[in-house]
C-alpha cells in the first residue's frame, strides 16, 4: 500500500502496521479494539438513571413486561 512522498503519522503507522508479523499485528489489532471500548461517563450515567426510571415504573405498575418468546415473535 503506498500513500504517497508524504505520509502522515497515521499513514506511517499503517504503513509500518502492515509490515509485522501476523502475530504482532493480532497484538495491535487487540489492543487498539480493546482502547475503543472505553465507557463514556456521561452516558454510562444517562444509562443509570434511564435504568432506575424503567425499574421504579415496572415496580409500580406504570409499564408491564414482554416475555422473551413474545418479544421474537413478532
Do not use: H, N, Q
Not at 503519522?9 to 499485528?25: D, F, G, N, Q, R
Amino acid at each position: 500500500m503506498r500513500f504517497g512522498k508524504y505520509m502522515s503519522p497515521t499513514k506511517t503507522i499503517i504503513s509500518k502496521a502492515l509490515s509485522l508479523k501476523p502475530a504482532e499485528k493480532s497484538l495491535l489489532i487487540e489492543a487498539l479494539l480493546r482502547s475503543l471500548d472505553i465507557a463514556d461517563p456521561k452516558v454510562e450515567k444517562m444509562w443509570a438513571v434511564e435504568a432506575e426510571k424503567r425499574l421504579k415504573a415496572y415496580k409500580s405498575g406504570k409499564i408491564k413486561t414482554v416475555s422473551f418468546e413474545d418479544m421474537f415473535a413478532k
